[in-house]
Structures are given as structure tokens and as C-alpha cells.
């Protein structure tokens, strides 16, 4: 998030170089975090006393954690195409890169980026707040 910030305040070759920093940090920080919170939550939920299908918090969190996991895959290829963009255009000695899509891209990293912070915040306050309930089991009648 921070580095979509620079990159739009910014321009030119402080703007390709946070494009670039971005891709490089998704690809090799964040989505791997991502995927291991998401192992580790469920892995975590099984060995737990709250389980993973036994109370709605713990339920809530997984549906958000996987649906941010796959909000940020799908976000891979357009962070990578504009960092390619930036890299390709600093690379043959332009002083500025392709503007044309540059705006909607950052105004989509920027979105994204605010609502995967937004989610983990949400995700942070129920693992520590823990509301009470749990789920109904259903009863057999006999």
C-alpha cells in the first residue's frame, strides 16, 4: 500500500521504481504470507478449542482470509503488467513511462491495496475479540 501511495504521488523514474519495488514485493513477500496465513489459519483452527466449524468468527475469518488470498492473485498479473511497463520504459531511456492505462491501474492498486488493509484489519479484530456463539448442531431425533 505504501509503495502505491509513492508511486501516485510520484512520477517518472520515482514512480517506475516504486511500480517495480511493488511487483517485486508481492510476488516474493506478499502472496507467499498470504498463502501461508491461509494453511496456517485452518491448520491452526483444527488444532484449536474453537475448531474450524464450531463458532461463526472463526468461519468469518477463513471466508476472508481466502476471499483477500484470491483477490490478490487475481491482482498479480495487472501489478506485474504495470511494473513490466514502468521497467521496459526506464529500460530503452524514456523519461516517462505509458501514461494511457497508468492512472486506472494505480486507482485499482490503490483500491485494492486499501480494501486487503481493511480486511486484515477485520480479520485481526476478531481473532483478538473472539465475539461469543457458536453454530447450531443439528439434533438427531430418534
Same mark, same amino acid.
Given at each position: 500500500?505504501?509503495?502505491?501511495?509513492?508511486?501516485?504521488?510520484?512520477? +517518472?523514474?520515482? $514512480?517506475?521504481?516504486?511500480? !517495480?519495488?511493488?511487483? %517485486? /514485493? #508481492?510476488? *516474493?513477500?506478499?502472496?507467499? @504470507?498470504? =498463502?501461508?496465513?491461509?494453511?496456517?489459519?485452518?491448520?491452526?483452527?483444527?488444532?484449536?478449542?474453537? +475448531?474450524?466449524? $464450531?463458532?461463526?468468527?472463526? !468461519?468469518?475469518?477463513? %471466508? /476472508? #482470509?481466502? *476471499?483477500?488470498?484470491?483477490? @490478490?492473485? =487475481?491482482?498479480?498479473?495487472?501489478?506485474?503488467?504495470?511494473?513490466?511497463?514502468?521497467?521496459?520504459?526506464?529500460?530503452?531511456?524514456?523519461?516517462?513511462?505509458?501514461?494511457?492505462?497508468?492512472?486506472?491501474?494505480?486507482?485499482?492498486?490503490?483500491?485494492?491495496?486499501?480494501?486487503?488493509?481493511?480486511?486484515?484489519?477485520?480479520?485481526?479484530?476478531?481473532?483478538?475479540?473472539?465475539?461469543?456463539?457458536?453454530?447450531?448442531?443439528?439434533?438427531?431425533?430418534?
Amino acid at each position: 500500500m505504501a509503495l502505491a501511495v509513492a508511486a501516485a504521488l510520484g512520477d +517518472g523514474v520515482f $514512480r517506475s521504481a516504486m511500480l !517495480i519495488a511493488a511487483t %517485486v /514485493l #508481492t510476488e *516474493a513477500v506478499i502472496v507467499p @504470507l498470504a =498463502l501461508a496465513s491461509t494453511v496456517s489459519g485452518v491448520v491452526s483452527s483444527l488444532v484449536s478449542p474453537w +475448531g474450524l466449524w $464450531r463458532h461463526y468468527w472463526v !468461519i468469518t475469518k477463513l %471466508v /476472508l #482470509t481466502l *476471499a483477500a488470498t484470491a483477490v @490478490l492473485l =487475481l491482482q498479480i498479473r495487472p501489478i506485474a503488467a504495470l511494473g513490466a511497463a514502468h521497467a521496459g520504459a526506464l529500460a530503452s531511456g524514456a523519461s516517462q513511462a505509458p501514461v494511457v492505462e497508468a492512472h486506472a491501474q494505480l486507482a485499482s492498486l490503490l483500491v485494492h491495496g486499501g480494501g486487503g488493509a481493511l480486511v486484515l484489519v477485520g480479520i485481526t479484530i476478531l481473532g483478538v475479540w473472539k465475539p461469543r456463539g457458536e453454530l447450531r448442531r443439528p439434533t438427531s431425533k430418534a
